[in-house]
């Protein structure tokens, strides 16, 4: 059976994936020992197959040492898209070996006929049920040939001692090298992970460069009139909160504010297509616990304004980290 491809955003989800695998330097059998994910997991994960857990993505990102807010972004893209044009394709069968029967049973195991060969009747020998025709190919009986172990036994030492030779002069013209060293995959440390600020150092600051937006929580989305996505983040670690949007079109704006009507206005614009592929995210403000909160849409091709609110520290019913 063929798998249908995936779509666009599973495939830029699949492609920075594989990029984080790169750089993780493990291989697909050490990928799922180091996660709580098996290989044939990772392997859907990898090459787009089907769309991961959340989890996924942030264990990947944690052995690559990076952020993993926007590969989550990327996540909520290809889900949103998914949603919008049906479910996610079946992962694909897997290939059966040359020489293994085609059956599959429910476990994905070949099933292997269980059919005898016919029994000889009673009181019949094997040469009975069974005679041999003499081999067109076999020497006349006035000329006999050699056994046929012997020949084989004498083929058999002609092709080792030509194989030793061969092999000998191979390892003569062989240059010297050196034995390579595995090199440990990296491990993230202290300096890689965390936020780098808290509270008041956040405001006005980039959740991405101070690693606030590695792990947040969404507190409200809202899914706007042109098909884009908001949400309201706030990380309690930061002790700071921001909106990010995606699948917007270029010239598209979204606005943040928090603490009410004299609270400072953080804004985003989608100016490129890169942008307008992935998201887009304000700066941050820094926020108490029930600081009412408030993310605004405003359309490049004109409409009315939309916006929607949320509390700090409250996540509405349905939201998503």
Known sequence: MTRSAPSPPGARLAAVLRKLKTRTGLSLAQLADAT???????????????????????ELCRLAGELADHPLALLDIARTDRTSHGTEPPAAEPPVPPGVPTGQG???????????????????TASDTAPTAPDPADPV?????PPPHRRTTLLTALAAL????????????????????????PTPTASTTGPLCRHR???GEDPLTTRCGADPLTLAEHETATG???????????????????????????????????????????????????????LMSVVDLRTSLQACFIPAAGGPKECFGAVAGVATAGTAR
């Not at 098996?38 to 959340?54: A, C, E, F, M």
């Not at 030509?162 to 090298?177: E, K, T, Y």
Request: one cysteine or more; aromatic letters at 6%.
């Open 162 to 185: 030509l194989a030793l030779v061969l092999g000998g002069l191979v390892l003569l013209h062989l240059p010297a090298q050196q034995p390579e060293q595995a090199q440990p995959a």
């Open 228 to 282: 884009a996505w908001i949400q309201i983040r706030y990380n309690p670690v930061c002790g700071a909160s921001w909106a990010r949007m995606w699948g917007a079109a270029m010239g598209d704006r979204v606005e943040f504010r928090a603490g009410g009507a004299p609270g400072q206005v953080h804004g985003a614009r989608v100016t490129n297509r890169a942008e307008a592929d992935t998201y887009v995210h304000t």
């Open 201 to 203: 150092s956040c405001q």
């Open 106 to 124: 429910a476990g994905g195991r070949a099933e292997i006929s269980t059919a005898s060969p016919a029994t000889a009747p009673a009181g019949t």
């Open 141 to 145: 009986p006035d000329q006999p040939a």
């Open 36 to 58: 709580t994910f098996s290989k044939s997991s990772w392997q859907r994960y990898l090459n787009g197959g089907s769309l991961p857990p959340r989890s996924a993505v942030v």
